[in-house]
């Protein structure tokens, strides 16, 4: 006889990927129709009591109706039950369900609030472009229009597909296998260009729709990562008052586009950026940039580019005399974080054996040369390095160190965050001075710049204390 334990678990099939994938498929399928149809007909009643605005620029008049590409348009329904077999294990199913369900959540509450209606009047079509499209127009009416629910759903299932494929290779001289993987990459990546632009070319939506669809999107890939944990995690380091700024910034911003329309309706790019940097220091800390081996997720880089050019550029300003890294001790140098040019140029002068310890969360590490060892701890600019961060970036720069290479300690100025580290690898890792105070004092003297308030040397005297402790 079955154990009673054998008897209630699950069909074998329903345990793995594809019965997980099967199982959101089954719920998320009547959702998706349940609420895009009542968002459809809550726009049509209002439209029928007060009317129903439309949004679009004067040059949209010049975009054809080519029939033909209701086809890839219709394709999206066919990808976006496949994904789920692009899924390696229930946990990336999880994820892919994730996403999905919560962009169709963002989507449809804004089709709830703020209602649109597409202006334009299809002519009658036949053959096979006029049936598809009469089946589209059988549950479809004109709005549900901004944010674009197809391209949101686009961008996290062509996220799947190239998630699968292996990283580019690098096609050596003969070498034909290089060529099958480069060529499947170019389908996706082809297809989904021409999704994106059939949204325009069966005039479904108006071009307001594609900005708008495309950071939903992206924000549902960086609220359900690949690696690392959700922004949805509270962090331990955190600053509401720089929260409130950023905040403040993104207020400005958007206001500022939503006055000026036309092409400055891209700031609403920059409010976007600065609400997230808001939202990481009021809660999700330094793992809400989603920087892992020195990059940031392919959602996050875009997401954060406005503040993210700004970063850069304002870390060129400060440091624009000054990007040469000052020696410490042993091979360990303090700096600000160097371009691949200057790293390289840097690692030259020491034979090649040089490393780069990043503490930056805002700023993605430059590429850089063969032979080069790279780690880091990143961390919250303009935040004190505290305990848990600062005892583990203390211990991966003693390993990176160790005793042969010469390691470049940067943060984005090289004045803040890297000199905490720094400071309590001198205390902790070389004995070479017996207090914070002594450490702090030798920094200043080859990088007399530096800035170490009294909330960072009180994190450093606390780790100072805990390494009496021990």
Not at 77 to 105: H, P
Not at 255 to 280: D, K, P, Q, T
Not at 456 to 468: M, P, T
Request: with cysteine.
């Amino acid at each position: 006889m079955n154990s009673p334990t054998a008897a209630n678990e699950a069909p074998h099939w329903l345990r793995g990927a594809f019965g997980r994938g099967v199982l959101w498929l089954v719920f998320l399928a009547p959702l998706f129709f349940l609420s895009y149809g009542h968002a459809n007909q809550h726009a049509a009643d209002i439209d029928a009591d007060t009317g129903v605005t439309s949004f679009y620029f004067a040059w949209e008049h010049a975009i054809p109706l080519w029939p033909w590409t209701i086809i890839p348009y219709w394709s999206i329904d066919l990808l976006y039950g496949f994904a789920f077999l692009c899924c390696r294990d229930r946990m990336a199913t999880n994820r892919l369900g994730m996403r999905l369900l919560s962009v169709q959540l963002i989507c449809i509450t804004c089709f709830f609030l703020w209602p649109l209606r597409f202006a334009f009047v299809r002519p009658p079509l036949d053959g096979l472009s006029g049936t598809l499209f009469d089946a589209l127009t059988s549950f479809d009416l004109p709005y549900n229009q901004a944010p674009s629910l197809h391209i949101a759903l686009l961008v996290i299932v062509w996220r799947q597909f190239v998630g699968i494929l292996p990283a580019p290779p690098r096609k050596e001289a003969g070498e034909a296998s290089a060529l099958a993987p480069r060529a499947v990459r170019i389908l996706i990546h082809a297809w989904a260009i021409l999704i994106g632009v059939s949204v325009l070319t069966t005039w479904q939506h108006h071009f307001i729709d594609i900005p708008t669809g495309l950071p939903v999107g992206l924000f549902c890939l960086w609220l359900w990562p690949e690696t690392g944990s959700s922004p949805l995690h509270r962090a331990a380091a955190r600053r509401p008052a720089l929260a409130l700024r950023y905040f403040a910034g993104a207020l400005l911003a958007l206001a500022a586009a939503l006055a000026l329309g036309g092409i400055w309706l891209i700031l609403c790019w920059l409010a976007l950026a600065l609400a997230l940097v808001a939202f990481n220091y009021a809660w999700a800390g330094a793992a809400g940039f989603q920087k892992h081996g020195g990059r940031q997720s392919f959602a996050a880089y875009w997401l954060f580019a406005p503040y993210t050019l700004g970063a850069w550029i304002n870390a060129r300003l400060w440091t624009w005399r000054r990007r040469d890294p000052a020696p410490v001790a042993d091979g360990v140098w303090l700096g600000p974080l160097p371009t691949a040019r200057e790293f390289a140029a840097w690692g030259a002068r020491h034979g090649g054996e040089a490393a780069l310890f990043d503490l930056t969360a805002e700023l993605p590490a430059p590429r850089l040369p063969a032979r080069t060892a790279y780690d880091g701890v990143p961390c919250l600019d303009l935040v004190p390095v505290r305990g848990g961060d600062l005892a583990e970036a203390v211990r991966r720069l003693t390993l990176l160190h160790d005793g042969k290479r010469e390691v470049w300690v940067a943060c984005a100025l090289g004045y803040s965050r890297s000199a905490s580290v720094v400071a309590a690898w001198l205390c902790a890792a070389t004995g070479k001075t017996a207090s914070i105070q002594e450490a702090v004092a030798r920094l200043r003297q080859t990088r007399p710049q530096i800035v170490l308030g009294a909330d960072s040397l009180a994190c450093l005297e606390a780790f100072r204390a805990g390494l009496s402790r021990q």
